[in-house]
């Protein structure tokens, strides 16, 4: 009896606490919980400190920082290195861009100066236009053709939709979801728009969610990690598209400080293995992208491999 009531007393508290709104599994130093279906792993940090882990997931998964960061890009005039190197199979370079450029803001318009501009290989066709998918996706994110006007930096009720569009443009609109959304359906892609998904109920079946806190570069941060499951059978490794992605997010402000993440899929139609790193800086009260490093393989029915990389490094802002 008196081993029954000790462990009475042990199990009371944790059952208590479990039903409460959320549940708990003690797992080690670390917590696991259920918030919708889905399950999330708190590490010692968080719940040691007594964090209110729930606000903090739910903010997470509706951030809109990260785009607004690249839609600041629009307002603000900046000065970068731009790097791209298409790759042969054997990652041999066989054509190259590199540029160093300035934004200018004149009456509510924003337009591309080319101070330095060296190119290899052919990375332009003979009219000047890309010769690849890449480059033009690194232009309609950094650089400017002619004079554009009468944009803002608002993200409130702006969504992608590439169904409105087709062609490039389409295929663009899609890539900018992959970039700025990633964890967010894609429409329009056959057999891997709602794998993308990383939030509904399908997903947290593939994927473990850890929140944890630490420091990035001297500040303090949230980090949140989404990684796929060890246990996966054959058919569900299937739907699998994010390997990995890790977020720190400022502990004071909630906004996203850097990012790294790698996506891959194989389809009968298209394949493709991108990975990502983007670190952010502030522009007075403007968060925007200093650094972008992109690796990306890819191929689709109607375009042929392209294997590059780019690294995109932005300074003097003002």
């Not at 400017?144 to 939709?161: H, L, M, P, Q, S």
Request: aromatic content about 14%; hydrophobic content about 35%.
């Amino acid at each position: 009896m008196k081993l029954i009531y000790a462990a009475l007393i042990l199990i009371l508290p944790l059952k208590i606490f479990a039903q409460q709104k959320d549940s708990f599994i003690v797992e080690g130093k670390d917590t696991t919980i259920i918030i919708d279906k889905g399950t999330f792993t708190l590490k010692e940090v968080i719940v040691r400190n007594h964090m209110d882990y729930e606000s903090l997931l739910r903010r997470i998964q509706n951030d809109t920082t990260f785009y607004k960061a690249f839609r600041n890009l629009h307002i603000v005039e900046f000065s970068a290195y731009n790097n791209i190197r298409m790759l042969d199979k054997n990652d041999n370079v066989q054509a190259s861009y590199y540029s160093k450029t300035r934004q200018h803001r004149e009456n509510d318009c924003r337009f591309t100066e080319v101070i330095e501009q060296k190119t290899t290989g052919n990375f332009f066709d003979k009219k000047g236009d890309y010769n690849y998918t890449t480059g033009e996706m690194y232009a309609s994110i950094f650089l400017t053709k002619g004079r554009v006007c009468g944009e803002d930096n608002i993200v409130a009720g702006r969504t992608f939709n590439p169904s409105e569009k087709s062609g490039m443009e389409k295929h663009k609109e899609q890539l900018k979801i992959l970039f700025f959304n990633p964890g967010r359906k894609i429409p329009g892609i056959p057999f891997i728009g709602n794998k993308l998904d990383l939030y509904d109920d399908h997903a947290h079946k593939l994927y473990n969610y850890t929140l944890n806190y630490d420091t990035y570069k001297g500040e303090n941060a949230y980090v949140f990690s989404i990684k796929p499951k060890e246990d996966l059978g054959f058919f569900r490794r299937g739907d699998i598209v994010v390997d990995e992605m890790t977020t720190w997010f400022d502990a004071k402000t909630m906004e996203v400080i850097a990012r790294t993440y790698s996506l891959s899929y194989k389809a009968g139609l298209y394949d493709f293995n991108v990975s990502m790193q983007v670190e952010m800086a502030h522009v007075g009260n403007l968060l925007v992208p200093q650094t972008m490093r992109y690796k990306g393989n890819f191929s689709a029915i109607t375009k042929k491999r392209e294997r590059g990389e780019f690294t995109a490094t932005l300074f003097d802002f003002k």
